[in-house]
């Protein structure tokens, strides 16, 4: 578990939104939807690998599925790692319209994430 403040800005009234972040493999399957962890979440990063093709429809399905279990609560889906995003996306592998991209090891787009679900989150609290 890590948490991370980010403040949402002055269009959201410059609140200050504490994310706790619980970093799971993906391989749950179903059981996923049944931790006490999930249930509670107001939100969920999805994340795919983007040197790794099959994690793609991977992230959908299981984006998919916790907008399915859990409807109305924010969903944001990124493609981490483009740093070496060559072999993945030369293969012909495409992440679906509206994903977001980073590089967890350049920092590029991971602010970006964070501000998109606490907007999100900040939205459906109100």
């Known amino acids: ?29 179903s059981r996923i939807f049944e931790t006490v962890y999930l249930a509670g979440a107001s939100g969920a990063i999805i994340v795919a690998d983007a040197s790794r093709p099959g994690t793609l429809v991977k992230m959908t399905t299981l984006a998919d599925r916790f907008a399915e279990h859990f409807p109305g609560r924010p969903v944001v889906m990124i493609v981490n790692k483009i740093d070496l995003a060559g072999p993945c996306f030369e293969t012909g592998a495409r992440a679906p319209r509206g994903v977001l991209y980073s590089s967890a090891k350049t920092g590029e787009g991971v602010s970006e994430l964070f501000q998109t679900l606490g907007a999100a989150v900040w939205r459906r609290a109100r």
């Open 1 to 29: 578990m890590l948490t991370h403040d980010i403040e949402l800005g002055p269009e959201r009234e410059s609140e200050v939104l504490r994310l706790v972040l619980w970093d799971t493999d993906g391989d749950f399957g």
